[in-house]
C-alpha cells in the first residue's frame, strides 16, 4: 500500500497529483498531514508543496476539461469533506488519463460524486446569498456573520461587491475565522483576535449599533410575521427551506416569534 | 420612521400576503455607479415565511382602503378589518433600507383602489419613479397594475417597473362578474395588452436605436383563485396556456382559495384551502412550460381536474400504457422526460453519459431517478419487476399510490372536495 501525505492545501493536492505521475507510483492512500497513518504500508510519499509543479497540473486540466469541470474540481474542495482529496485525487486522474474529457461519464462513481458534491456547495453558496443579514453599525458599516456548511463564503464575496458597492461592509465566517471587508473600493480578507470578533457576535451591544438599526430589524420582524398565512402554516416546508442551522443569525428569527 | 410604521406594516403585509407572487427573476442587472443595488437574475428568496412561502420581495400595499367590493378578497370596502395608508417617504425608505441589509431583493407594490383606477395607479407609478429617479434603486420593483388603469400609465409604470401584473383572479367572465361586480375580462385584459404592445415596442426601438432603457424586462405575471368557483382544472389550465402563448407571460400563479370572508354565500365553505388541487396545477404548470406538455395532454374532456391522488405526469403515464416501457439508452430526450420519476437533470444526464457506455439500473439510481416509480416505465433488463405492459395500469397506480401514513398528517388527508 502507498501512502502519500501532502500540506492539506489545493497547491499540496496538484503537487501531489505531479509527484505520482513523476514515480509512476500512484496512492492507495492520500493524507494531510498530522492524520493518523495508517498501521501497515509499504511505500510512504511526503509531497512538498510545489507551486510551478501545481500550476502545471492545473495547466493541463485546464486543456482537458470544461470550465464547469473546473468549476466542480474547486468547488469539491471547498466542500472541505474527508472524502474530498482523494476524490479529486481519481477524477483529476481520469481527466489526464482519458482521451477526452470524462466530465459528461456519470455512469462513472467518482464523476457522479463530484458534481453532487458540486451541487451542494453551490446550494451553500446560494445561501449564503440568501441569508446573510447585516447589521447597521454606529459607524455606519454593515456587518454579518455566517457560518457556512462549506467554505464558499469567498465564492459569494462578488454577489455582494456588486450588489452593496455603495455601503462598507463586512461578512464574517465564524466558523473558519475570517472574512471579508470592502471599503467602497477593495474586498480585502480580514481576521480578528477571538475577543475582537467577540463584540460582533450574538447581540451585539446597542451601543455599537446606528441610532436606527433595531427599528429596522423589529420592522422586518414584523413583516415576517405578517405576511406569513396562517392557514396555510407548514412548519416542515419551513424548516426544509430555511435551515435551522442558519437561523441564529437571521434578524427575522430574533425577537418574539 | 417611527414606531407608528411597525403597525402599518403589520396591517398592509397582511393585507397584501394573499398575492401569492414573490419572484425576481427575469432581470439581470449589474450595478451601476451612483446606484443602489442590482438585480440578480435569477430569483433569490432571502428568507421562507412559516407557511413555507419564499420571501423574496418587500411585498406590500400602499393603502389597503378600497373601494371595490370583490367577494373573495380581504381588502374589499365591506369587511371590518384595520385599514392603514404608507407615506410615500415611509415605503421608499424601508425598501432602501431593507435592501440594504440583504432582507430582499426588492420591492412588490399593490394598492387598494381609491377614487378611481387611474387616480390609484398614478400614485403607484409616482412612487416607483421616485425610487428609480430619485433613490436611484437598481434593484428589483414589481407593480401590481390597477385593473381598468389606463394605457398611458401602464405604459409609463413598464418604465420603471421590472415586472407588471394584473390578477385575473378568476378565470372564467360570469363568475368574475358574479364574485366582483366591479370587474371584468375587459378590466383585467386590456392592462394585460398595453403591456405586451409596450415590451414588443420597446423591442423594435432598442433593435433601431441604442440606449433605450427597458420596458418591463421580467415581462409580466398573473394570478387565478382556485376553488373558489365550480371552474375546473381544465377551464384554469386551458386559460393559463393560452397566456402563455401570449409574449411576455412569464407566469401564472395559481392561489389555493382561502376564506376570507367565509359569511359570504357567494363563496363556498371549505374547511381547508385546497392545496392539493393547487399543487397539483403548479405541476402540470411546470410540465408545460419545462416538459413540453400541452393542456390538452393533462387535462380533457374525460378528465376536466387534475387526478389528486397522483401527480400530473405520472397520471399521463398511466393513461398511455403505449408509450412504455421506455429504452433509457435509445430513447430521445424528450421522451426520457415523460418518463415518471425521472427529472430534467436527471434526463440530461442520462443523454449525456450514455454516450460513454450503457446506463444501467444502478447509475439511474445514483443519478437521483427515482426508482420507485421509474421502474415500472423503463425497459432494464436487470431488473426483475414487470412493466406497465404486464401489469396494466390500474395495478401500476396502485402500487405507486402513498401507503396511508401511520402518523397521520392533517394536511396530506383532511381535503374535502
Ligand atoms: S379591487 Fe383589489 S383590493 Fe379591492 S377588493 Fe378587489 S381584489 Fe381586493
Redesign the interface.
Given at each position: 500500500m502507498n501512502v502519500y501525505v501532502y500540506d492539506g492545501t489545493f497547491e499540496g493536492l496538484l503537487s501531489a497529483v505531479f509527484e505520482a505521475y513523476e514515480r509512476r507510483v500512484f496512492p492507495d492512500v492520500l493524507q494531510a498531514e498530522g492524520e493518523m497513518l495508517p498501521l501497515f504500508y509499504d511505500q510512504l510519499v511526503t509531497v512538498t508543496t510545489d507551486s510551478t509543479r501545481a500550476e502545471r497540473v492545473w495547466r493541463a486540466l485546464q486543456k482537458k476539461l470544461s470550465r464547469a469541470a473546473l468549476g466542480i474540481v474547486l468547488s469539491v474542495w471547498q466542500s472541505e469533506l474527508p472524502e474530498a482529496p482523494a476524490l479529486l485525487f481519481r477524477y483529476i486522474r481520469k481527466a489526464v488519463d482519458a482521451s477526452r474529457s470524462?466530465e459528461?461519464?456519470?455512469?462513472?462513481?467518482d464523476v457522479?460524486r463530484a458534481a453532487q458534491i458540486a451541487r451542494r456547495v453551490a446550494a451553500e453558496r446560494?445561501r449564503v446569498?440568501?441569508?446573510?443579514?447585516?447589521?447597521?453599525a454606529a459607524d455606519g458599516t454593515?456587518f454579518?456573520l455566517i457560518e457556512p456548511k462549506y467554505n464558499v463564503l469567498a465564492s459569494a464575496v462578488s454577489?455582494f461587491r456588486?450588489?452593496?458597492?455603495?455601503?462598507l461592509w463586512l461578512i464574517y465566517d465564524c466558523r473558519r475565522r475570517f472574512g471579508y471587508y470592502y471599503d467602497l473600493q477593495d474586498v480585502r480578507e480580514v481576521a480578528f483576535r477571538e475577543e475582537d470578533a467577540l463584540c460582533f457576535s450574538g447581540k451585539a451591544a446597542d451601543g455599537l449599533l446606528a441610532a436606527?438599526e433595531r427599528?429596522?430589524q423589529?420592522?422586518?420582524q414584523?413583516?415576517?410575521?405578517?405576511?406569513?398565512?396562517?392557514?396555510?402554516?407548514?412548519?416542515?416546508?419551513?424548516r426544509?427551506?430555511?435551515p435551522v442551522r442558519f437561523w441564529k443569525y437571521?434578524?427575522?428569527k430574533q425577537g418574539k416569534q | 420612521?417611527?414606531?407608528a410604521?411597525?403597525e402599518k406594516?403589520?396591517v398592509l403585509?397582511?393585507s397584501?400576503?394573499?398575492d401569492v407572487s414573490c419572484a425576481s427573476s427575469g432581470t439581470s442587472r449589474?450595478?451601476r455607479?451612483?446606484?443602489?443595488?442590482?438585480a440578480?437574475g435569477w430569483g433569490?428568496?432571502?428568507?421562507?415565511?412559516?407557511?413555507?412561502?419564499?420571501?423574496s420581495l418587500?411585498?406590500?400595499m400602499l393603502t389597503n382602503y378600497c373601494m371595490y367590493d370583490c367577494a373573495y378578497c380581504i381588502n374589499r370596502r365591506s369587511n371590518d378589518i384595520p385599514r392603514a395608508t404608507l407615506a410615500v417617504s415611509e415605503l421608499v425608505e424601508?425598501t432602501m433600507?431593507?435592501y440594504?441589509?440583504?432582507?430582499i431583493e426588492g420591492l412588490f407594490l399593490s394598492s387598494g383602489v381609491v377614487r378611481n383606477p387611474d387616480y390609484t395607479m398614478e400614485r403607484l407609478v409616482r412612487i416607483v419613479k421616485d425610487l428609480r429617479r430619485v433613490h436611484r434603486f437598481n434593484g428589483y420593483i414589481h407593480l401590481k397594475s390597477i385593473p381598468g388603469a389606463s394605457r398611458e400609465l401602464v405604459r409609463e409604470a413598464g418604465l420603471y417597473a421590472d415586472r407588471l401584473s394584473v390578477n385575473i383572479e378568476i378565470p372564467n367572465e360570469q363568475s368574475l362578474k358574479l364574485l366582483a361586480p366591479e370587474k371584468d375580462f375587459q378590466s383585467v385584459f386590456a392592462p394585460m395588452r398595453y403591456i405586451r404592445e409596450g415590451v414588443l415596442e420597446n423591442e423594435d426601438d432598442r433593435r433601431r436605436f441604442r440606449y433605450v432603457p427597458r420596458f418591463v424586462p421580467a415581462g409580466q405575471s398573473t394570478q387565478m383563485i382556485v376553488g373558489a368557483t365550480a371552474d375546473t382544472d381544465r377551464d384554469i389550465l386551458c386559460l393559463a396556456s393560452a397566456l402563455y402563448a401570449r409574449p411576455t407571460m412569464k407566469r401564472v400563479y395559481y392561489s389555493?382559495f382561502?376564506p376570507v370572508n367565509a359569511y359570504d354565500s357567494r363563496l363556498p365553505a371549505l374547511k381547508?384551502?385546497p392545496?392539493v388541487r393547487e399543487n397539483r396545477l403548479y405541476q402540470a404548470d411546470w410540465l408545460m412550460r419545462f416538459y413540453d406538455f400541452k393542456a390538452e395532454e393533462l387535462v380533457d374532456d374525460r378528465f376536466p381536474d387534475l387526478d389528486l391522488e397522483v401527480d400530473p405526469k405520472l397520471a399521463w403515464a398511466l393513461r398511455h400504457p403505449e408509450c412504455f416501457p421506455v429504452d433509457v439508452n435509445r430513447a430521445d430526450y424528450e421522451m426520457l422526460l415523460r418518463i415518471p420519476g425521472v427529472g430534467v437533470k436527471s434526463a440530461r444526464?442520462?443523454a449525456?453519459?450514455?454516450?460513454?457506455?450503457?446506463?444501467?439500473s444502478m447509475?439511474l439510481k445514483?443519478?437521483g431517478v427515482v426508482m420507485k416509480k421509474a421502474v415500472y416505465f423503463i425497459d432494464c433488463r436487470e431488473l426483475p419487476v414487470k412493466t406497465i405492459q404486464e401489469l396494466r395500469p390500474e395495478r401500476v397506480r396502485q402500487l405507486l399510490l402513498p401507503k396511508p401514513k401511520v402518523k397521520d398528517d392533517p394536511?396530506q388527508l383532511k381535503f374535502d372536495f
Open positions: 470524462p459528461l461519464d456519470f455512469g462513472d462513481d457522479l446560494e446569498i440568501q441569508f446573510v443579514r447585516f447589521r447597521k454593515y454579518a454577489y456588486d450588489r452593496f458597492a455603495d455601503q436606527d427599528l429596522f423589529q420592522l422586518w414584523t413583516y415576517f410575521r405578517s405576511i406569513s398565512i396562517r392557514e396555510r402554516a407548514n412548519p416542515r416546508l419551513h426544509k427551506e430555511l437571521l434578524t427575522e | 420612521m417611527n414606531e410604521v411597525l406594516v403589520r403585509a397582511e397584501a400576503k394573499y449589474a450595478h455607479k451612483g446606484s443602489v443595488g442590482s440578480a433569490i428568496c432571502h428568507s421562507f415565511a412559516e407557511d413555507g412561502r419564499c420571501i418587500l411585498k406590500i424601508l433600507e431593507f440594504r441589509r440583504n432582507y389555493g382561502i381547508q384551502p392545496l444526464m442520462i449525456a453519459s450514455r454516450r460513454y457506455g450503457r446506463v444501467g447509475q445514483k443519478m394536511r
